[in-house]
């Protein structure tokens, strides 16, 4: 027997129609009964906004207030909450983010890059207003990573945070890894195709993915946001070539965001880094393709837990920012980040010179006699030995590829040897270097 909702409506003010914006509108028509029997009451739009009014977005806007100023969204006496799906880091969206917590309503966004560089402002200013800032969207589209890791995981210790963040770089190194074709020709393919912007430098160099992995990790340990300590560095330089001898050796390329803390109970530090990295054909992330995401979190009661699915695009996207509302509408709050942001610690960032781990080195070199015994020296003089090598014939241009899998040792190593072969004429371009996960 169902039970009639009987509480007032959580009324939205939704900034940003864009696909995700348009997808909010879409969910909450389509299963208006079913989200209010799970919310417990009506969830409502009751305004909305965005930069253009008369742009067809394939919904019908009429029920809902038009506001021309979205600021008016945050001091509006009939909206309990605004959905911010305005994007950017600073500007119009965090302007409005501060308005809508300091006028004691809650917020939801889709905006990672704000929650790297103000979370915790805005945490802190949730909290002292006894509202709600929630963003499950903004890392993984709609995999409820974040609840996973504030609420499931609240329990456990979790030391290491990793997985596969960015749905554009994941879509251009498996189809690349299917049809054999070099980066650019996938980038350009990918362009066409709507799965990567015109301007694709966020993606592609690493920064959406540091983004989502500095929200992770403040998640995962207890710590403060520190974006500014995550290492990045992309797929732009990744040759068809490095695709098929990591198949070769046993794995597949992904961009990897890993943050993890390095030491025990009282000098702990945190290590951030987004890098491409060969991952074992055995583990679960190798096999993750196309635009998907895959988040993985090790608790030392759970053990290691696993989230996957779609990372992007207006449905996955907008479920998550409807999750949100669910929650508020259950008054399920609690602090943004999994603690009190008082509770949250300032850790130092630990330095990767002294990583230890396998490392794929791939270098473009002349076709002569003693480049190999050249490299091998600076490998030897740096305390670096070989596991595997794969060197290519000539090209026609007199060029050969030399790729390899180093023992397991210090980051350091790999340092020393690309600066000891800095000035070597035997080189053609710079080396590829990329660790092996788990390794």
């Not at 997808?23 to 909305?48: D, F, H, Q, Y």
């Not at 997985?163 to 362009?191: H, K, W, Y």
């Not at 992309?234 to 943050?259: E, F, N, P, S, W």
């Not at 479920?319 to 399920?332: F, G, H, T």
């Amino acid at each position: 027997m169902s039970t009639a909702v009987r509480h007032a409506p959580l009324n939205v003010g939704l900034a940003g129609l864009g696909t995700v914006g348009s997808g909010v509108i879409r969910l909450i028509e389509e299963n208006a009964a079913l989200i209010a029997r799970r919310a417990g009451r009506e969830i409502k739009i009751v305004a909305v906004t965005a930069r253009d009014r008369t742009k067809d977005r394939g919904v019908d806007l009429s029920p809902y207030r038009w506001v021309d100023d979205m600021g008016q969204l945050a001091t509006a006496n009939d909206i309990d909450v605004v959905v911010e799906l305005v994007g950017g880091s600073d500007g119009p969206a965090l302007t409005l983010a501060r308005e809508t917590l300091s006028n004691g309503r809650a917020l939801v966004t889709a905006n990672k890059a704000m929650i790297a560089h103000h979370g915790a402002e805005l945490a802190a200013l949730a909290e002292s207003k006894h509202t709600a800032f929630k963003f499950e969207a903004a890392v993984a589209g709609g995999i409820p990573v974040i609840q996973g890791l504030r609420d499931g995981a609240a329990a456990n210790r979790i030391d290491r945070v990793y997985g596969i963040l960015n749905g554009t770089c994941n879509f251009i190194l498996s189809t690349m890894e299917r049809d054999g074709l070099d980066f650019a020709q996938v980038l350009s393919d990918a362009q066409a195709k709507g799965f990567a912007e015109a301007d694709p430098s966020f993606d592609i160099d690493g920064i959406d993915a540091a983004h989502k992995l500095s929200i992770l990790a403040s998640l995962s340990f207890g710590s403060v946001i520190d974006f500014g300590g995550v290492e990045a560095r992309g797929v732009r330089k990744i040759l068809a070539a490095d695709i098929a001898q990591a198949k070769t050796l046993g794995y597949r390329i992904r961009l990897i965001g890993l943050a993890e803390i390095d030491g025990d109970n009282g000098a702990s530090t945190i290590f951030q880094r987004v890098q491409p990295c060969l991952v074992p054909l055995s583990h679960p992330l190798a096999h993750v393709t196309g635009a998907t995401n895959a988040v993985v979190a090790e608790g030392n009661f759970s053990g290691r837990l696993l989230f996957q699915g779609a990372g992007a695009g207006d449905k996955p996207t907008a479920s998550a920012v409807v999750a949100d509302l669910v929650d508020i509408a259950r008054k399920e709050t609690g602090p943004a980040f999994s603690m009190p942001s008082a509770e949250l610690e300032k850790l130092p960032r630990a330095a990767s010179a002294h990583r230890i781990g396998k490392t794929y080195l791939r270098m473009v070199v002349a076709d002569r006699v003693g480049v190999l015994a050249e490299i091998t020296a600076a490998m030897r003089d740096a305390g670096l030995s070989i596991e595997s090598l794969i060197q290519t014939e000539a090209s026609d241009d007199g060029s050969a590829l030399i790729a390899m899998v180093t023992h397991a040792g210090p980051e350091q190593a790999i340092n020393d040897t690309i600066d000891a072969l800095a000035n070597s004429d035997s080189l053609i371009g710079e080396p590829m270097v990329m660790h092996i996960l788990g390794a």
